[in-house]
Antibody, heavy 113, light 112 residues
Framework: EVQLLESGGGLVQPGGSLRLSCAASGFTFSSYAMSWVRQAPGKGLEWVSTISGGGTSYADSVKGRFTISRDDSTNTMYLQMNSLRAEDTALFYC????????WGQGTLVTVSS | DVVMTQSPLSLPVTLGQPASISCRSSQSLLHSDGNTYLNWFQQRPGQSPRRLIYKVSNRDSGVPDRFSGSGSGTDFTLKISRVEAEDVGVYYCMQGTHWPRTFGQGTKVEIK
C-alpha cells in the first residue's frame, strides 16, 4: 500500500525558514517523480514543485525561495522553504509523480508574526 | 500558464440524480506523446485530495463506475451518473501536459 507521510510544518515568522519532509513507503521510491502541492486555508490546490530524474521544477511563486530534494536511500523527499511570506501559509501535501496519483495527509505551514 | 476553468463552481444535486462538471483549458492538453493528461480529483471535507480519473477517462483503482470522464483538446467533463451522499466534496480538474501543472478552481458538490 502506497503511503506518504509529511512532517515539519509549524508556525514561522515572515522571512523565516522551514524544512518539510515526506516519508514514502509501499512502492519503489527511486522510480517515481515526487511533487509538493499546497492548499491555502479555504482555497484551491496549487502545484509547488516536482523532482524527477530529469531535474526539478518550481512554481514561479516559490522559485528562488524553495528547494526540493530527495534521498532515495531513505525514501524521503524534502522541501526547504526560505524567505517565507504570509501568503505561503497553507497545508502542504506531498504527492507521487507529477500527475499526483497518491497524496499524503498534509502538513500545515503558518507564516505569521 | 495554462488556465483551467471549471463550471459550475457550486453544484447542488439530489441524491440519485446525475451531476456534470465542465473543465476548459486555455490551451490544448494533447501532449506530443499522443496522450491527453487531464485528471480529476475529489476532495471530501477534511480529507486529502484523491485522484479519480487520469488521462481524461481512465478511472483510478477503487473509483466507483458511476464516475466517468470524457472530452478532448480543451473541453472536458466529469459525470456522476447517480450522486450518493459520499460524493459530497470539491472536485478539481488538473492538467499534466504543460508546465507548470495547473488546477481548476474547484466545484463544490453538495446535496440539496
Amino acid at each position: 500500500e502506497v503511503q506518504l507521510l509529511e512532517s515539519g510544518g509549524g508556525l514561522v515568522q515572515p522571512g523565516g525558514s522551514l524544512r518539510l519532509s515526506c516519508a514514502a513507503s509501499g512502492f519503489t521510491f527511486s522510480s517515481y517523480a515526487m511533487s509538493w502541492v499546497r492548499q491555502a486555508p479555504g482555497k484551491g490546490l496549487e502545484w509547488v514543485s516536482t523532482i524527477s530524474g530529469g531535474g526539478t521544477s518550481y512554481a514561479d511563486s516559490v522559485k528562488g525561495r524553495f528547494t526540493i530534494s530527495r534521498d532515495d536511500s531513505t525514501n524521503t523527499m524534502y522541501l526547504q522553504m526560505n524567505s517565507l511570506r504570509a501568503e505561503d501559509t497553507a497545508l502542504f501535501y506531498c504527492a507521487r509523480t507529477s500527475k499526483f496519483d497518491y497524496w499524503g495527509q498534509g502538513t500545515l505551514v503558518t507564516v505569521s508574526s | 500558464d495554462v488556465v483551467m476553468t471549471q463550471s459550475p463552481l457550486s453544484l447542488p444535486v439530489t441524491l440519485g440524480q446525475p451531476a456534470s462538471i465542465s473543465c476548459r483549458s486555455s490551451q490544448s492538453l494533447l501532449h506530443s506523446d499522443g496522450n491527453t493528461y487531464l485528471n480529476w480529483f475529489q476532495q471530501r471535507p477534511g480529507q486529502s485530495p484523491r485522484r479519480l480519473i487520469y488521462k481524461v477517462s481512465n478511472r483510478d483503482s477503487g473509483v466507483p463506475d458511476r464516475f466517468s470522464g470524457s472530452g478532448s483538446g480543451t473541453d472536458f467533463t466529469l459525470k456522476i451518473s447517480r450522486v450518493e451522499a459520499e460524493d459530497v466534496g470539491v472536485y478539481y480538474c488538473m492538467q499534466g501536459t504543460h508546465w507548470p501543472r495547473t488546477f481548476g478552481q474547484g466545484t463544490k458538490v453538495e446535496i440539496k
